[in-house]
Structure formats: C-alpha cells, structure tokens
C-alpha cells in the first residue's frame, strides 16, 4: 500500500515537472511570439512610413518638374538659350526618379532634391534676367523704330517741300512778257514807215512786248521767237524757220536774240512779210523763248 502511495507521489511530481515544462515553453513561445509581433508591426509600420516619404518625394519632384515645364512653355523662345540647363534638370530629376523607385536612402534623395530646388531657381532666374533684358532690348528697338520713322517722314517732308519749292522755282525761272502789241507797217522810200491795217499795204509786222524782271533767270543771251498765225491758222514764214518747243518742233515767222540782265528790258522784232500773202482777217501772235510761252497778243487786217 505504502509502495502504490510511493509510486502515485513519483507519478505527481513527473506530471507536474511535464506540465511545468509545457508552462515554460509555452511562456517561451508566448515570448516569441510579442516579440515577432511587435517586430513585424515595426517592419510594417517602417514600411508604411518609406513609402508615405518616397510618395511625398514623389510629389515634390513632380511638383518641381510641372513648375520647370511651365516656365519652359510660358518663355519657350527665351528657355531655348538655357538648353543646358534644361537637359541638366531633366537628367538630375530622372535620377531622383530612379531612387525613389529603388526606395533607396531618404536623407540622400532628399539632398539631391534640395540641389535640383536650387538649379530650378537658378533656371528661373536666369530665364527672368533674360526675358527683361529682351524687354529692354524690345522697348529701345520699338523707341529706335519710331525715332527711325519719324527721321524718315521728316526726310520724307523735306523731300517734298524741296521739291515743291525746285518746282516753284522751275515754274518761276522763265522769262515772262507784258504788253504784247503787233502793229502792220507800210514802208515808204525805204525808211519811213506808216501803220496800217490794211493788208495789201503792210511791208512789216511788228511786235513789240516788255520783257519783265526775273532774279531766277540767268543773265545771257537769250533766243526770242514770234510766230505769226494767219486767219485761216497757217503761219507766217519765211523759208523753213523751225525750233523745238517743249520737245516738239514748230515753225516761227521771226526771231531776234537779246541780252538779258535780268532787268526789265522792252523788245520789238519785226517780220518782213516779202512776197507772202496777207488775207484779211485776225491773226494770231505767240512768242516764246527759253521753251516757255512769254504771252499772245492779235491784230486784225482788212
């Protein structure tokens, strides 16, 4: 009886040992398994927390690129001197790119980002030197414009009223005649002579005008033609007496040459009529010289 006791008390304290083992391992694997836990909730919580960072990197990196873009198209005709800097930046934000992907340190894509920040700015500032120097440039080009343009209508006027003042002079550099008269003569003995106005007794015609004053003439001797129209508008001529009027050649019926001294100077110049015959009726006198028409006059013969 005693042995049973023995053997039941040795049989107790074995099952106690095997549960108090169990209770060890068990506490042991309970251990572990915190431990585990709260590592795995560490690891999850870093990861969590790298790919919140990477996807604010991510953010920053394309919120700098968007800003390099905009000014890129806003000044593209001035952001095509700074290709250079341009392909800098894109190559920089590529790399950036390819560490975040890699999720690769933190605190080095974050360095790298804040040189990228500053080569932008510096892009921004350099495209800002450029577009107000090309502003400068664009308002002296735009003064430059219209002080050229008001040169040029100033020349333009100057032309004009140089012009319009040669052309007054050309019109005011010719002789000019007054007081044009044409009288018949009869000739007696040679010498003595008798006005008439009747045509089978006229020897002579003679016109007489004042040639007036005029400064713009040249002094010198000067060539003076009368042309005598008849009635029926032939003109009295003798022979083939012709000079160039205005680019075309007229006959004349008589010329005489003067000296002008640009003073007022009266002029007679006589036709001698010869054997041509004088219908009755009104002629017409024109005279000329220097290829202006001095003036007209007329008499009538019966």
């Known amino acids: ?122 892009y921004v500032n350099q495209i800002d030197s450029l577009y107000k120097v090309n502003q400068l440039l664009t308002d002296e080009n735009v003064k430059i414009k219209g002080e050229l343009n008001d040169a040029n209508q100033k020349t333009f006027d100057l032309n004009k009223e140089k012009d319009d003042l040669s052309n007054k002079i050309n019109d005011a550099a010719y002789l000019k005649g007054y007081n044009i008269s044409a009288t018949g003569y ?46 029926d508008n032939l003109i009295l001529t003798q022979g083939s007496y012709s000079f160039i009027y205005q680019g075309q050649r007229i006959q004349y019926s008589s010329k005489t040459v003067i000296n002008y001294t640009q003073k007022t100077s009266q002029v007679c110049i006589d036709y001698s009529r010869g054997d041509v015959e004088l219908p009755a009726g009104k002629y017409n006198v024109s005279v000329f010289s220097d290829d202006h028409e001095l003036g007209q006059a007329s008499f009538t013969l019966r």
């Open 1 to 122: 009886m005693e042995m049973n006791e023995s053997q039941q008390k040795k049989k107790n304290k074995t099952y106690l040992l095997i549960i108090g083992i169990q209770l060890a391992i068990i506490a042991v694997l309970a251990i572990l398994l915190l431990t585990t836990k709260s590592s795995v909730d560490t690891i999850v919580l870093e990861k969590e927390k790298t790919m919140q960072m990477n996807e604010e990197l991510q953010i920053e990196l394309d919120s700098l690129i968007m800003e390099h873009d905009r000014i890129k198209q806003e000044y593209g005709y001035l952001s095509d001197q700074l290709t250079g800097k341009d392909s800098l930046i894109m190559a920089q934000a590529k790399e950036i790119e390819q560490l975040i992907n890699s999720q690769a340190d933190y605190r080095r894509i974050k360095k790298k980002l804040d040189a990228l920040r500053q080569i932008t700015q510096g």
């Open 186 to 231: 009869n000739v007696k003995s040679g010498t003595k002579e008798a006005a008439t106005d009747r045509a089978k007794k006229v020897d002579v015609v003679r016109i007489c005008l004042t040639i007036g004053e005029n400064p713009l003439v040249s002094a010198g001797q000067k060539d003076v033609y009368v042309r005598i129209a008849r009635p």
